[in-house]
Structure formats: C-alpha cells, structure tokens
C-alpha cells in the first residue's frame, strides 16, 4: 500500500490589507540618540502627528536630530480568485 499526495500549485497574490475591516497603517518615530530619556513616540496612523513628535523632540533636545520611522502596514495573502485553500 502505498500514500500518495496531490499539490497543486497556484499563483497566491501578496499585498497590503486595504480592506475596510483591515487595521490602518501606524507610524512611529524613534529617536536614534543613544541614552535618550524620551526615545520613541507614540504609534499613530497619522504620520504627520509622528513627525510634529519628532520636530517637538528635537527642539526639547537640540542634539538629538536622527531618527527611524517605523511602519506597521496590515499584509495579506490570498488564493486565487475561487480557489479555497484546504
Ligand atoms: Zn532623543
């Protein structure tokens, strides 16, 4: 007896979750000045609050100016158009 196994192969799409029920996009600054007390701002899907935090940080602290911007952007997977995955 033997067990025999059948794939199937399709073409899955990858991309960024814009529908209505996704969560939005969040943005966040972090202060790269090592030591900084007040380091990261708060994640908000508005980017321009994240970046007044940044301009704000930077006048409270004239030496701390480099920063990363981090993005967490909802991603899906999917099948096919009418292809259910098991
Ligand atoms: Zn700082």
């Known amino acids: 007896m033997s067990t025999r196994a059948v794939l199937r192969f ?3 799409t990858s991309h960024p979750d814009r529908r209505e029920d996704a969560p939005p996009v969040m943005h966040q600054m ?3 000045t090592i030591g900084c007390p007040d380091r990261e701002s708060e ?3 508005d980017f321009e609050v994240v ?3 940044s301009m704000k ?5 004239p030496a701390h100016r480099e920063f990363l911007e981090t ?6 997977n999917d099948p096919p158009e009418g292809v259910v995955p098991a």
């Open 10 to 12: 399709v073409s899955w």
């Open 30 to 32: 972090v202060c790269r």
């Open 43 to 45: 994640p908000d899907p």
């Open 51 to 53: 970046r007044d935090w």
């Open 57 to 61: 940080h930077s006048g409270r602290h």
């Open 71 to 76: 993005i967490v952007r909802p991603w899906r």
